[in-house]
């Protein structure tokens, strides 16, 4: 790379050598460029559209997750709700003699499901599973 790329690529990246010649932010006469915009945050989820009743064929209630700590199954709880992502609850059960709490959503319809699958697969969580409650 010659200096006058190092010097482009500096100016790209907005970054600086230190030199100790005064810089707009010592000397207010020095020019300084505006800084880059701001994106504007993404537009909120839409909300998931609930079932009529759970008992409805058409129902979709979505296993996210298991836990056997309660701690990791909260914290997993609060990722959903901080995306937006409403009804979901944590259910306790047994399984082979140990607790066991179960993290779902819903019922939602079988047309919300598939959003609402890739949107909890977005957050990190593995392929939800139907269940019936």
Known sequence: MTA?????????????????KPTA???PAVAASPPPPVAAPP???????????????????????????????????AMLSGAGIG??????????????????????TASAAQELIGRIQGLGFGQPQRVRE
Do not use: C
């Open 4 to 20: 006058d790329e190092f010097d482009r690529w500096m100016r790209e990246r907005q970054m600086h050598v230190a030199t100790g």
């Open 25 to 27: 932010a010592s000397n």
């Open 87 to 108: 009804g979901a609850r944590l259910l306790d059960a047994d399984a082979n003699g140990r607790k066991v709490w179960r993290l779902r959503v819903g019922p939602v």
């Open 43 to 77: 537009p909120p989820a839409k909300p998931i559209e609930r079932a009529v009743a759970s008992d409805d064929e058409n129902a979709w209630t979505l296993q996210v997750a298991s836990f056997a700590a309660r701690s990791n199954a909260e914290h997993a709880l």
